[in-house]
């Protein structure tokens, strides 16, 4: 699999190279190295007297002399002179004597051509005529989208002239910058787009002064784009003489690019794999390992920037894709496991609120679920509990108690829930219920709601009775109690348990309701006067006068339910 992804990692390495140099934008040219141009003017022949190309090897030879005289430390002929001159044998005597005195400051250029003949590859190593002067390989290695990028060192020079008999030539860039060849490419640092570095035309030779030319490398070779010989680079369509002067310009400036050895290389994967490996691991959530897999993403990324800027080519694709990789596979499978938890705490809190209820807890964010403590409210509370059970719970077999209580709790429950009420909590065979907390819709909304979902218990209750006399089982009886007021609702409970819950006394004198139910069997849903004054044009009720509570200082207006007046 890793063999599989190296050319998708090769090409993208190769694009991140070509935009930090777009990035990094042209930086300034060399002045100890120019070049001299075929340019399309020196071409013209209305406007020089060199005419078309090719020249004389003896006017080449002029030019070059004439900037050899003015004290050029070097003229490097990007120009392959293969065979004898077009110009007859006189042309080659004439090169010769023009340069013998600089023979040594003289480099000639080699070209390696591919051609596809009868549908094979043919290879030529054409090498110039004259073999008196230090001959260079005018080759570079270019990346995976044919882009310039190096010139070629020994391991790859020896593979691309394998073919040929020694001695190779050198590449024509390390014998002009008179520098060693290194075993692996050296990376070009490219100065600009074309047109960037001044090009100081053929025919302009003689019209510039001594110090154009003095101590400096200069390459004589084609920049027009009629002759060909243009290559693709990260500023786009460059001549190769364009190129050399880049190539020699950094490697006598010390400028460039270079990969790290093989063992430097494994050792800095190994580190940064294990790296990964003990960040990735830290965090215990799907969005942690996201933040530490986007910042171990920002640390590869600069680290492969800043190395770049210094002159070191790092595979920054691997680098980056290790952390890719490895946090996105942890976030997935944390993520799925937080998603299960999240179904399953949702699961259980749907059993307690209504969906509509709990969705807008969860939109309004609000902490009131995880704060110890509470604040005062209005609500409405609910309080039912059954009427005679605890004598007959007391003669039953455990394991039908449960069962029958969980059967009725199942029919009142649900009422609750479907008015968006809160299940505060069971206790024993009653069950306490409030409405308006922790979302209020207005006294009168949450009064009605209250009243509709013990209307609703009161249904579920008379279907499961009848379930019961079929199954032999005695019926049910409850008493319910409604009552609005202020209660104190949060958290109850230790910093290890918490129990949302309503206290005050409203929870009391729904409570004392309930009870009151004892003395009035006709009328099983009895509201106080509170209730009633919310809701008097909505509901059918039935004046039971006032009544003494046991914690109530002042008697309190008791109404028994009959119906909602849309019922009739």
């Not at 394998?162 to 520098?179: I, K």
């Not at 490219?190 to 960037?196: A, D, K, R, V």
């Not at 596979?329 to 307690?352: I, K, M, N, W, Y």
């Amino acid at each position: 699999m890793p063999l599989a992804l190296l050319p998708l990692l090769t090409r993208l390495d190769a694009t991140g190279r070509q935009l930090l140099f777009q990035w990094r934008g042209p930086i300034q040219p060399p002045d100890d190295v120019v070049l001299l141009g075929i340019d399309e003017a020196s071409l013209d022949p209305q406007l020089s007297d060199f005419g078309p190309w090719p020249w004389p090897r003896a006017l080449q030879a002029e030019l070059a002399r004439a900037v050899l005289r003015k004290g050029a430390r070097r003229v490097v002929f990007n120009i392959v002179h293969v065979g004898p001159s077009s110009f007859g044998l006189s042309d080659d005597r004439a090169f010769q004597d023009a340069l013998q005195p600089w023979q040594d400051r003289i480099v000639l250029s080699a070209s390696l051509v591919r051609q596809q003949l009868d549908g094979f590859e043919q290879v030529q190593l054409r090498r110039p005529w004259d073999a008196s002067y230090p001959v260079g390989l005018s080759a570079f290695s270019m990346n995976a989208f044919g882009v310039v990028q190096a010139v070629p060192g020994l391991a790859r020079l020896k593979g691309m002239l394998s073919a040929f008999p020694e001695p190779h030539p050198r590449p024509l860039a390390h014998l002009a910058a008179g520098v060693a060849s290194s075993p692996g490419d050296d990376g070009i640092d490219f100065l600009g787009p074309s047109g960037h570095v001044p090009v100081i035309p053929a025919w302009a030779v003689g019209t510039l002064s001594d110090d154009s030319w003095r101590d400096k490398t200069v390459i004589f070779g084609s920049t027009a784009p009629s002759l060909g010989d243009q290559l693709e680079t990260p500023f786009g369509q460059q001549s190769g003489s364009e190129v050399l002067l880049s190539a020699i310009a950094g490697l006598q400036s010390g400028r460039g690019f270079r990969s790290p050895d093989v063992s430097h290389l494994v050792a800095l994967m190994v580190i940064w794999l294990l790296l990964c490996q003990w960040r990735i691991a830290s965090p215990s959530t799907a969005l942690g390992t996201a933040i530490t897999t986007a910042a171990l993403e920002a640390l590869a990324t600069g680290f492969v920037v800043v190395a770049w800027f210094n002159g070191l080519w790092l595979p920054g694709a691997a680098l980056m894709l290790m952390p890719l990789v490895a946090g996105s596979l942890r976030a997935g499978d944390q993520f799925q496991r937080e998603s299960a938890q999240r179904r399953f705490l949702h699961s259980v809190l749907s059993r307690r609120v209504s969906p509509n209820l709990m969705r807008d807890m969860l939109r309004s964010g609000q902490d009131s679920w995880t704060r110890l403590g509470g604040r005062r409210e209005r609500c409405v509370v609910l309080f039912t509990d059954l009427v005679g059970f605890t004598a007959r719970s007391n003669v039953m077999d455990a394991e039908a108690l449960f069962g029958l209580l969980n059967r009725y709790f199942e029919a009142i429950a649900a009422p609750v829930l479907q008015e968006q009420g809160l299940l505060d909590k069971f206790i024993g065979d009653a069950l306490m219920a409030e409405f308006g907390v922790p979302v209020h819709r207005g006294d009168r909304a949450e009064a009605l709601a209250a009243v509709r979902a013990a209307l609703a218990m009161q249904a579920n209750l008379e279907t499961l009775n009848r379930e019961l006399e079929q199954e032999g089982v005695e019926p049910l009886r409850q008493g319910i109690g409604i009552h609005c007021g202020e209660v104190i609702a949060g958290n109850l409970g230790s910093s290890h348990r918490l129990e949302y819950t309503v206290i005050g006394a409203a929870v009391n004198l729904a409570s004392r309701l309930e009870s009151l139910t004892r003395q009035f069997p006709n009328y099983p849903v009895l509201m106080s006067g509170d209730v009633r004054d919310l809701i008097a044009e909505d509901v059918v009720v039935h004046d039971l006068g006032s009544h003494v509570v046991k914690g109530w200082p002042d008697p309190i207006a008791v109404f028994g339910l009959i119906s909602l007046r849309s019922d009739f």
